[in-house]
């Protein structure tokens, strides 16, 4: 298991080498403590999650506010997705900056996303099973979502009209939630 940098601090690319695949299939660990833990990279995980999305189907980008920000271990597990994290720890040097990463169920990639960052995916194939850990449960009240094509932002996902659940139609502006979050 190896852990990768990446342009924000604290988002980590883990990749696993061991992935066992015969004529019966694929077995591989998504969660081992131990192995984690010899990455510096320890947690207790209090929710797992699961979606499965069709092609062009964008979820995000999505944030929980304090004291319920999450710390999210996110992998696909059958599928291709565009994952997207976006810094919104005023304290932090990325501040508003974001990070792409491809995500497939053929390289197992997995992705370790700090606490206040959003977070949003495009599934590039249908029936993309996406999973996801969080450190702590949702908490509606605190849920933010951002819209997905803000102008300040600036995110290429390669699509102009993906599928939109309700919420994130109404997400907010960028500079909404700086207004938001101004105290």
Known sequence: MEKK??????????EENKIFQDD??????????NKFNSLSLS???????????????????????????????VQVLQGKVLDVIV????????FGKHEKICLNSNDRKILWIPEGCAHGFLSLENNSIFSYKC????????EITINWNDPDLNINWGI???FLSAKDKKGISF????????K
């Open 5 to 14: 940098k990446t342009s924000i601090k604290d988002l980590f690319i883990i």
């Open 24 to 33: 019966r299939g694929v077995f591989f660990e998504s969660w081992n403590l």
């Open 43 to 73: 947690e207790t995980f209090n929710q797992d999650n699961i979606s499965i999305s069709k092609k062009n189907v964008l979820r995000g980008l999505h944030l929980q506010l304090k004291p319920f920000s999450q710390l999210k271990l």
């Open 87 to 94: 810094d919104l720890r005023k304290e932090s040097k990325t």
């Open 135 to 142: 450190n702590k449960n949702y908490n509606q009240k605190s």
């Open 160 to 162: 102009e009209k993906p």
């Open 175 to 182: 500079d909404e939630y700086l207004k938001l979050t101004e």
